[in-house]
């Protein structure tokens, strides 16, 4: 390699991670002279940035950097997967500690590589833009509602991130659709504004919000029709567009529709919808010529799509159980943009019974975690827009997923989150004796999912690791989880509304 022209060795790294270019650099002696020079650094730092977030913002200007801070991005990145990927991952330096204040601020987003948080007070019925490095809320406070039912995946853009959400005034069922942006960046101090506002039908449950750069909207299922629709609107102009369909059928009844978790993420302009149940889940496609967009302005207001046999299922479709399984509860689905392949995660949790002529008792307690990835064409799914396979975590997790009662609704809140990218997410687990070694107490245990599904090792392709975190901070009291995978950091809030940010790189 040493021997090789400059260009030619350069050409051969375009095809490298980071951590390869810098080790070829250190022992090829005309590579190692480019390390004095941005250009190096901004093209291996680009090429790492196709495989998976590297430490600054997504969409960050590389060529607008001097060389110490492109060194600093690449070291950082190359430390964090250090870190994170070892057998017990570490804090890299000191917590820092944030008061929010009381009332209670519930945590609706980050935004990767900044200190930027949003956070929603139900008491002032406000949204909230912090600065969690200079400890302070940096804008007025913007009223929504009360009552935040569920957000978006975000939508990063230079300088610009933005999220759906769906809210309502009080526990009614009357519902706000909007796009929260916050514009970031530069010199200027960051800014926090809605982009969208619209009601949306009733009567009609809506849920799993879906957004991208023309388009937002929600599943919702009309209970005049008795059918799942879909409602969609372009962010530019306000047009809805009401999309019914053939849900519930004979192959999907209402119980999966209308109780099932599920979740929704745009794919290349498609709509992906994912069902998930006990053993068994469901993928379906809407195409975007059905969507808003703005390339589509003949685009119908009403609309009617029949899916009809043109869907994937996945795991034991029997009614019939086997009594050795666990009995299994679906808790959650959450999604990711389709940037890094990791569309989702679906979560449940496992009890294993000891059965007796008294009842049963249960003597084991584990979740079960599912990535959804997307994956090229094949024979077998030829006929779907969105091609998407389970990757499931082999080794279940001990432990049940901790989870507080919302107080304004008495809806469960479950701490679990997913990073933008998919890749990473984290999850605060319940472990007891029964669960786990007989001779434990009962404790809280911060949990790291991976998910590397290019990786050759079976074994690294999805895996989880325990986090230490310090005794200072009781977990029992934490209500709110964020998980940066640019910067490598992990941050909890409290219920006495104080903040405590997590270094890992």
Known sequence: MDRLPVDVALYILRFCRLQDTLAVALVCTSLNALTTQRGFWITALQNERHFKPIACTHNEDLTK???????????????????WTSEKPQLLGPVKTVVLGLPRLDTLFQIPGTWLY???????????????????????????????????PGEDLCGKFSMGLLAAKDNGAIYKLMVVCVKHGGTNTPTLCLTLEVDLISPAEHWAVFIDVDVVGTLCYSYEMEKLCVTAVNRSTGQQTFITTDLPSEEVPLAI?????????????????????????????????YLPTNDNPACLKLAHLNWGPNFATFGNLSDDEDEDEPESIHLNVLTANDTYGVLAISLDKRDTWEHSNTGGVPIRRELGLTAWVTVPPSDSNIG???????????????????????????????????????????????????????????????RLVHCE??????????????????????LSKVHGLFLDDHMGVVTMVDTKGVLYALPMA
Request: aromatic content about 6%; charged content about 25%; proline content about 8%.
């Open 65 to 83: 950097h001097e060389l110490a801070r492109l060194r600093t991005i690449a070291l950082r990145t190359l430390r964090l997967e250090r870190n």
């Open 384 to 446: 779907f827009p969105v091609h998407l396979e389970p990757l499931p975590l082999e080794e279940a997790i001990a432990g049940t997923l901790q989870s507080l009662r919302d107080p304004e609704t008495d809806n469960p809140w479950l701490l679990i989150v997913q990073t933008l990218s998919g890749r990473k997410s984290l999850l605060l687990t319940n472990i007891t004796p029964e669960d786990a070694d007989p001779d434990i107490e009962e404790q809280l245990v911060l």
């Open 118 to 152: 949003v956070f929603h007070c139900p008491a002032t019925e406000c949204i909230e833009l912090w600065d969690v490095g200079q400890g302070k809320k940096i804008a007025e406070p913007i009223p929504i509602g009360r009552n935040v039912w569920d957000v978006s």
């Open 257 to 289: 529709v209308h109780m099932a978790q599920s979740g929704t993420a745009i794919v290349k302009g498609d709509l992906c919808i994912i069902f998930a149940e006990t053993y068994r889940s469901w993928i379906f496609t809407l195409p975007r010529r």
């Open 453 to 474: 599904p290019e990786a050759e090792n079976e074994d690294e392709r999805i895996y989880y690791r325990d986090l230490e975190i310090p005794s200072f901070i009781n």
